[in-house]
Nanobody
Framework: QVQLVESGGGLVQAGGSLRLSCAAS????????MGWFRQAPGKEREFVGT????????YYTDSVLGRFTISRENTKNTVYLQMNSLKPEDAAVYYC????????????????????WGQGTQVTVSS
């Protein structure tokens, strides 16, 4: 079992930065690929990015490439999403998720590949 708790969301002006954290419980965290997804009002949840459980591989959706960075600290059971140059269209509820079936360098991008989900944290970007 893995329990995930996101934090760090809030209100930021366009062009600003936020860092989201996702704290995980459970011994399987260090062997789980960790992904971030987001859901804006009236839209389906979409993939943002992911990091392999080895930490050596990341993959992002095109719209955040170069602006968002995912990192992880396995000793703290925590994964981060650093978001820079935020745009109003980045506003959404952000979810972290764990994939316990991914390979060491695997970077799953589909919701169905993730076993555990957090409750989400709201990110609001004012223009």
């Amino acid at each position: 079992q893995v329990q995930l708790v996101e934090s760090g969301g809030g209100l930021v002006q366009a062009g600003g930065s936020l860092r989201l954290s996702c704290a995980a419980s459970g011994r399987t965290f260090s062997r789980a690929a960790m992904g971030w997804f987001r859901q804006a009002p009236g839209k389906e949840r979409e993939f943002v990015g992911t990091i392999s459980w080895s930490g050596g591989n990341t993959y992002y959706t095109d719209s955040v490439l170069g602006r968002f960075t995912i990192s992880r600290e396995n000793t703290k059971n925590t994964v981060y999403l650093q978001m820079n140059s935020l745009k109003p269209e980045d506003a959404a509820v952000y979810y972290c998720a764990a994939s316990t079936t991914a390979q060491a360098m695997g970077v799953p991008s589909k919701e169905a590949q993730y076993d555990y989900w957090g409750q989400g944290t709201q990110v609001t970007v004012s223009s």
